[in-house]
């Protein structure tokens, strides 16, 4: 009896100790999805909070308030700066961001036209295409698809040739063939093929990339700039060719399944991070009237891979330029594409300043 009566308040020790334990174990789970929830709403509000300054102080609407515009932009850039309130749209479900992007969308046809074919730079309208189709892809609406549609059909028809192997050509004057082109190409054919199912859009972007891959992209990750006519290359790698290869190889792997893509991706980010940057700070391309943004374009897509993908080694990264980024602007609130430079008390252009908010939205969900 004596022993029977030990057993018993062993089982009872035991069991007690067991929730005991599974309590502390559900405490501190709380805990902590109660902290990453806190810690996931003050990312979120970083990165509205950047955009809103920025828009107070480029963003011009007009007396419709049906048009509006990032003042001091051209083309490419406000095709970019339309595409970072698209990830506004996508990372957060605000309507307002709907809005901005309709207003931002109508002031750039009322702009530039609902017919780009004078546009000699093919990149510069597949930019707005890739916009576009990710703004249908969030909001349904038809004007969106048909204008991506349109555009991708223009360029593909006017700039793939033959020679050099195939690919795009970066402009109508038929001298080179560059990464930002087929990069950006390869990612609009593939939201094509995502929208509309349509296996012509599939095979243009296995067709592209593949050229891409044979002439400017590296076994090491590097993508190179271009291949001019007489077969010369340009070797210079820069965040946005990065950034478009990364994000066409990864929609490759979403929409085939074959694993070459991603390790090609993950190739591509690895070169990135480690061999132009050391996984330090990014604090460059800051000349000229096309350079400051560039890296917006690489966080963009980055983050898909780390998000989408699971390719978490990015993470501390792309966090570490965000974080650095946002602790650098200045009293305005304004970040200049120097990350690692505190920005200065003047004036700068809108373009360069819309990187780090891309880069903000970027780590939204990491």
């Known amino acids: 009896m004596k022993d029977l009566w030990g057993k018993r308040r062993l089982a009872v020790s035991i069991i007690a100790a067991a929730v005991l334990l599974l309590c502390t174990c559900l405490t501190a789970y709380a805990t902590v999805k109660i902290k990453s929830k806190k810690e ?18 480029f963003y011009k609407l007009e007396e419709d308030g049906q048009r509006g ?8 850039t406000e095709a970019e700066m339309f595409e970072i309130v698209v990830d506004a749209y996508e990372k957060t479900g605000d309507e307002k961001y709907h809005t901005l992007m309709d207003q931002l969308y109508h002031g750039f046809i009322d702009n530039y036209g609902d017919d780009w074919a004078y546009n000699t730079f093919n990149d510069d309208i597949m930019w707005m295409t890739i916009g576009c189709a990710r703004a249908y892809e969030l909001t349904g609406e038809q004007e969106y698809l048909d204008r991506a549609v349109t555009n991708f059909n223009l360029v593909y028809d006017r700039a793939w040739t033959d020679d050099l192997g195939g690919g795009l050509l970066w402009k109508t004057d038929r001298t080179c063939k560059n990464a930002c082109i087929n990069g950006p190409a390869t990612i609009a054919a593939c939201l094509l093929n995502r929208i509309t199912g349509e296996e012509v859009y599939l095979e243009k972007a296995l067709k592209i990339y593949q050229w891409e891959v044979d002439t400017l992209y590296q076994e090491n990750g590097a993508v190179y700039d271009n291949i001019e006519a007489d077969g010369t290359f340009n070797t210079w790698c820069s965040t946005y060719n990065q950034g478009t290869f990364i994000g066409a190889s990864q929609l490759l792997h979403e929409l085939t399944g074959d694993e070459k893509y991603l390790d090609n991706a993950i190739a591509a980010a690895d070169y990135t991070m480690n061999d132009m940057y050391q996984k330090g700070v990014i604090n460059n391309e800051d000349e000229g009237g096309d350079l400051p943004g560039f890296k917006g374009i690489l966080a963009r897509w980055l983050g898909k891979l780390v998000i989408e993908e699971g390719q978490e080694q990015y993470k501390d990264w792309m ?3 965000a974080d650095t980024a946002w602790s650098n602007q200045n009293s305005k609130g304004m970040i200049w594409t ?6 200065e008390e003047t004036f700068y252009m809108p373009w360069g300043c819309s990187a780090a908010i891309a880069q903000f939205f970027a780590v939204i969900g990491m």
């Open 69 to 76: 515009q990032i003042v001091g932009g051209a083309f490419w």
């Open 40 to 57: 996931e709403g003050a990312v979120v509000q970083r990165a509205e909070e950047a955009l809103q300054k920025f828009t107070d102080r």
């Open 338 to 343: 120097l990350w690692g430079e505190k920005s």
């Open 319 to 321: 966090k570490l330029n």
